[in-house]
């Protein structure tokens, strides 16, 4: 399979169908000047969006009961859109580039989103609305900033669990581009929070009445307290702009203008499946999401963020979490078959599974981890339509993680016991491996292309990993045609050195480098372009 699709260009959106006219039967060029681009062009205004909330069951039901957006045929595989010449994605409203592609430091990481938010301690915490149903209660509250929080608890059962995760995960997938709350772990006592003057609750009765202090005494009741007798928390910063609502993993919104990939093949979506993946974020559905509308530079646009990370590590939000989790979907028929004509004696490799006896981390395991089966609670188009070179992208990200950082991350979730710690770093660091040895071995690996020393050099990420001990590689080299994409070989050029013709040849001339390490089905074409006193990396293609 040949994977690769160039990012629509920005700065032709407005004028693209005059140009479709003017340009009829002319051969399109594969590289322009800009390319490749490294960030979207800026977001053309948003003069209306429209706000909507979508129903969780409905969400369920739809992706159960039915197969939304553009899927893969058997013999048509659709590759990734949104991404640039080179296969990355560039930065936007949905991602930006951060940790892969400039490493962050260990207080970067650790600081996540932002640190500088938690909420004001110099004056009492006002509930200003208030969830007080179900397992697990959470309020909405504005500290004496007026800055505006959702406090979300542990379950009784599990202290420390879903408030460590919350921070953790957001931390991660903060680090691996995408948008989220500031998300801070606070401990404090009763006093600090009173009840605002317009609060209201909906009581067990159904009935809508103006919140009490009794009320708000009574609901903590449910809450665990730490060590020193206070309530632990997280304390997640309202986001900036306009609420709008979820954004779903396919289609496009169509109020918006600056939304023209389908979601379900934008590659940071298709990706995020290894990521959650890694840290078992089965919630990964559209009810974890958020759009903003946000303004930057007198421009209003939308920006897409992943919310509530509660349901990561090993916890559910409410309870530990099944050991199901990531193995199968809630609703599957073929478990179930199998479990009635077996008279229930088919029993899935899952169930196997170790989870040692530690509250605070739930249910996660790394044993029987199988990245490349792991599915979230229901289907989610995006992640069907993840393909080796999307998963490729994701799990380099992943490998980029140290095992020092993965424990500077893990220790903000400030977890009382050690254990607890140390059964999560071990679990991040053997499924970070695991998603590497995976999804490494679908395409060649290789990444981070450059011209050194007359040379074409690279990162093979399988050997740098020590998944691999080294391998010889083999480059057939031509020269392109880029008006015409014709690619014409020359002859006994087969080594990684630039060719003869390369160097004696013009400003802005092409040239291809196929490259193979044994199996010819895996190859990675990169694609260079001449120019004053250097040579720029301009493509890169991948085939499986």
């Not at 045609?481 to 050029?493: H, I, R, S, V």
């Amino acid at each position: 399979m040949a994977a690769h699709s160039y990012l629509h260009k920005g700065t032709l959106r407005k004028t693209l169908p005059v140009l479709l006219l003017l340009t009829a039967g002319l051969p399109a060029k594969k590289f322009y000047n800009d390319d490749p681009i490294q960030k979207e062009p800026p977001p053309v205004n948003v003069a209306k969006v429209k706000a909507r909330n979508l129903s969780d069951y409905y969400d369920l039901f739809e992706n159960i009961a039915s197969k939304r957006g553009e899927h893969h045929a058997k013999a048509r595989l659709l590759p990734a859109r949104g991404v640039n010449t080179l296969g990355e994605v560039p930065d936007s409203s949905w991602y930006t580039n951060r940790h892969y592609q400039h490493p962050m430091t260990v207080e970067e990481l650790v600081r996540g989103s932002g640190a500088d938010n938690a909420p004001s301690t110099a004056g009492p915490w006002a509930v200003i609305a208030a969830k007080t149903e179900g397992i697990t209660p959470g309020f909405m509250i504005r500290d004496s900033k007026g800055r505006r929080y959702l406090l979300k608890f542990d379950p009784r059962t599990n202290p420390e669990m879903a408030t460590g995760a919350d921070v953790i995960s957001s931390k991660l997938f903060y680090a691996l581009g995408y948008n989220v709350p500031e998300n801070h772990l606070v401990h404090f006592r009763r006093a600090q929070l009173v009840v605002g003057h317009e609060t209201m609750l909906t009581d067990r009765f159904g009935k809508r009445r103006a919140m009490t202090e009794r009320d708000l005494t009574e609901t903590l009741l449910d809450v665990p307290k730490d060590k020193d007798k206070q309530y632990r928390a997280v304390a997640s910063l309202y986001l900036a702009g306009k609420w709008l609502g979820p954004f779903r993993y396919y289609g496009t919104r169509k109020d918006d203008p600056n939304d023209i990939v389908p979601h379900e093949h934008r590659r940071d979506l298709r990706g995020l499946w290894a990521f959650c993946a890694w840290l078992d974020h089965d919630d990964s559905r559209a009810i974890n999401t958020l759009d903003m509308l946000v303004e930057e530079n007198s421009i209003q646009f939308v920006k897409h963020h992943l919310i509530d990370f509660g349901s990561t590590l090993g916890s559910s939000s409410t309870r530990a979490n099944s050991p199901r989790s990531g193995n199968q979907y809630l609703f599957a028929w073929k478990p179930a078959a199998a479990q009635i004509f077996s008279l229930g004696l088919y029993v899935p490799g899952w169930q196997r599974a170790h989870f040692p006896d530690l509250p605070a981390v739930g249910r996660f395991e790394a044993q029987v981890f199988d990245p490349e089966r792991w599915v979230p609670d229901y289907r989610n188009a995006a992640f069907a339509n993840c393909l080796p070179d999307d998963a490729f992208w994701a799990a380099k990200q992943v490998m980029a993680f140290t095992d020092e950082q993965i424990r500077a991350v893990v220790h903000t979730g400030q977890y009382s016991d050690p254990g607890s710690e140390n059964w999560l770093v071990d679990c991040l660091l053997k499924r970070r491996d695991k998603i590497g040895r995976a999804f490494f071995v679908k395409v060649l690996p290789l990444d981070r292309f450059a011209v050194q020393q007359g040379r074409l050099v690279f990162e093979d990420l399988a050997v740098m990993h020590k998944f691999l001990s080294g391998r010889d590689y083999t480059a057939q080299w031509s020269r392109f045609n880029n008006d015409t994409g014709q690619k014409t070989p020359l002859a006994g050029e087969t080594s990684l050195a630039l060719p003869k013709q390369f160097l004696e040849a013009s400003t802005g001339e092409y040239f291809v480098a196929d490259i193979h390490a044994g199996e010819k089905a895996k190859t990675v074409t990169v694609y260079l372009r001449k120019k004053p006193g250097q040579v720029e990396v301009v493509g890169v293609e991948r085939t499986w």
